[in-house]
């Protein structure tokens, strides 16, 4: 699970966070543990400087891939992602979206994905589940879910044209 703002552990520094699952989950020794969180920062895409630092030297985006480290840390099949490109610039939530989608497609990971990012949902995901005022208003791709007569999913999918000014 890869919360909104990562939640990593303030007392701890960045390999500590991302061994943490392997140690409490798994038999493996202390190096053990510590030398599989530094394969996992380095699949997250952050430098080996980052193994050091506390969530607290970190910015934005670095604390989303720390999280998401710890989040692979014990090679799960399933990722759930709460608004992973919240609080980041335009440029960082596309470089984050293209890692899951790398992630995700190189490791065969399935991606549960909750976010509002119109442009995260477009780049990352196969197949949506819209919900709206307590129901499903629709599911399926993207050409799907626009077809549906919904003014609520219009207007969602038509944020797209206004911003890009068409």
């Excluded at 979206?97 to 992630?103: M, S």
Aim: proline share 4%.
């Amino acid at each position: 699970m890869l919360f909104q703002d990562g939640a990593l552990f303030s007392s701890l520094n960045v390999e500590q966070n991302v061994a943490a699952p392997l140690r409490e989950h798994t038999d493996l020794s202390v190096q053990v543990c510590l030398e599989l969180a530094r394969l996992k920062i380095a699949m997250a895409g952050l430098p080996a400087s980052a193994c050091t630092k506390m969530p607290s030297e970190l910015s934005g985006g670095m604390r989303k891939r720390a999280a998401l480290a710890r989040a692979l840390a014990l090679d799960p099949e399933l990722l759930f992602l709460d608004e992973p490109t919240s609080g980041l610039d335009p440029v960082s939530a596309r470089a984050f979206d293209r890692l899951i989608r790398l992630l995700s497609d190189s490791l065969g990971l399935t991606v549960f994905l909750v976010t509002h990012d119109l442009d995260t949902l477009l780049a990352m995901v196969d197949r949506i589940i819209v919900l709206s005022q307590g129901r499903v208003l629709g599911q399926g791709t993207v050409d799907e879910l626009k077809k549906i007569q919904d003014p609520w999913l219009q207007d969602y999918f038509s944020a797209r044209h206004v911003e890009e000014g068409v």
